[in-house]
């Protein structure tokens, strides 16, 4: 599986952006799937997770009621919806797929199946 991701960009604080993962191969909905994000000088931290048939998502604190997670098995495709975003949202996003979500939520890296490239997130205030 290949993920790229998409729509990253300047916004101003309270302002909104969408996040898409478009990958390639048959077995998409085989994966649990996530987003990533690292801001400069800090660590690679969990942002939001939903399990394969798209029932259930969690996020980290910091995002819970802002931010949505959703996922389209027919387009192969996962999205990161980003409402009321703060200069603390300023990061690398990552979009991530494993076959276990709690390797996504623990940002296990080597353990995780895969990553893409990341797009970034800028918020000014």
């Known amino acids: 599986v290949q993920l790229q991701a998409s729509g990253g960009g300047l916004v101003q604080a309270g302002g909104s952006l969408r996040l898409s993962c478009a990958a390639s191969g048959r077995t998409f909905s085989s994966y649990a799937m996530g987003w990533l994000r690292q801001a400069p000088g800090k660590e690679r931290e969990f942002v939001a997770g939903?399990?394969?048939?798209?029932?259930?998502?969690y996020y980290a604190d910091s995002v819970k009621g802002r931010f949505t997670i959703s996922r389209d098995n027919a387009k192969n495709t996962v999205y990161l919806q980003m409402n009321s975003l703060k200069p603390e949202d300023t990061a690398v996003y990552y979009c991530?797929?494993?076959?276990?979500?709690?390797?996504?939520?623990?940002?296990?890296?080597?353990?995780?199946?895969?990553w893409g490239k990341g797009t970034l997130v800028t918020v000014s205030s």
């Open positions: 939903i399990i394969r048939g798209g029932g259930s998502a």
């Open positions: 991530a797929a494993d076959r276990k979500l709690h390797t996504i939520v623990v940002v296990d890296m080597d353990g995780m199946d895969f």
